[in-house]
């Protein structure tokens, strides 16, 4: 590995009143010569010894950098060269290494490629049942002025588990402690697993989140009163949400539908899978309890899109 010889190391010579020795293994910069006839530093070609010679440690990053920039371009040339030699900046590198400045497995990152995005790997989230809620049926559940008390943030930005729930009332049963998620929005909607709308005696809509028209109703017990919906319950249809930065990087567009192959001993491929693109939306494919546990899925499982 080269040694280097910087203006700052002429300067710190010339107040030590030392000599310099420069060997086939040395550079030194085009400043740091000038400086050298400047004040009388003598750079004499032999064999470098401990302590003739400065080493690269010695320099800064920021001065390597000012002189770098110094020197850009060389006499008569016009070239503009790099700031650092490959050489040089192994230097800088393992001088920052040393002086811990940055930890061994920092240094390797810098010199490890970054894997490409595979554009049809997506991650999971897995959904249970659960209520949103609009302020007006918050208040009427819970009590007026009534605020959600986060408990655990949820993979789309801004979107929150409550520690509030509700007990789900239909015409054949009830199902309790059901999660409200947050925040409020401008209309209440149920979403439940297919298996719920029978023991609650309700029909199957399967549908997008927003999507409620002609979907069954159903009645929501709280602590402080209840709510009667004439529609708002849906099973919620497969989807895989992003923003559009990751649509398209990954080349997918809004109310796409593709199918999910899902690998393992309960392996298999699910269809209709609709692509939501929103300002934001954040990558996860969102399916449901029943989906997940028949595929052997979990919550941070990955899946392939198949187009």
């Not at 010199?111 to 609009?134: E, Q, T």
């Not at 979107?159 to 009830?174: H, N, R, Y």
């Not at 567009?253 to 999910?260: I, K, N, P």
């Amino acid at each position: 590995m080269k040694r280097l010889i910087s203006a700052q190391d002429v300067i710190a010579a010339a107040e030590r009143h030392e000599k310099l020795v420069v060997d086939e293994n040395t550079i030194v910069t085009a400043q740091a010569r000038d400086i050298a006839k400047e004040r009388g530093v003598p750079l004499e070609t032999g064999s470098a010894t401990a302590g003739s010679a400065p080493h690269a440690e010695a320099t800064s990053v920021a001065g390597r950098h000012e002189e770098a920039h110094h020197e850009g371009r060389h006499e008569g040339t016009g070239a503009r060269q790099p700031a650092l030699s490959a050489d040089e900046l192994e230097r800088v590198i393992s001088a920052a290494f040393e002086k811990g400045i940055w930890t061994k497995e920092e240094v390797e990152a810098l010199f490890k490629p970054k894997p490409a995005v595979d554009a049809n790997v997506v991650p999971v989230g897995v959904s249970g049942r659960h209520i949103h809620l609009s302020k007006e049926h918050l208040e009427q559940l819970f009590g007026t002025g009534y605020k959600l008390t986060p408990i655990k943030d949820l993979s789309q930005p801004g979107q929150f588990a409550s520690k509030e729930c509700v007990t789900l009332a239909g015409p054949k049963g009830v199902i309790q402690k059901v999660r409200i998620l947050g925040p409020l929005r401008p209309k209440t909607q149920v979403e439940v697993l297919a298996g719920d709308t029978f023991k609650l005696g309700i029909p199957q809509a399967i549908r997008l989140s927003g999507h409620l028209d002609g979907t069954p109703g159903v009645t929501v017990i709280g602590p402080k009163g209840t709510v009667v919906l004439d529609e708002g319950v849906i099973v919620a249809a497969r989807h895989i949400h992003m923003n559009p930065a990751q649509a398209a990087e990954r080349g997918f567009h809004d109310g796409q539908v593709v199918s999910l192959k899902v690998g393992g001993e309960r392996g298999g491929t699910l269809d209709n899978v609709i692509i939501r693109v929103t300002e934001s939306g954040n990558l996860d494919c969102h399916i449901d309890t029943e989906e997940a546990n028949a595929l052997h899925v979990k919550c941070g499982s990955t899946v392939q899109v198949v187009r």
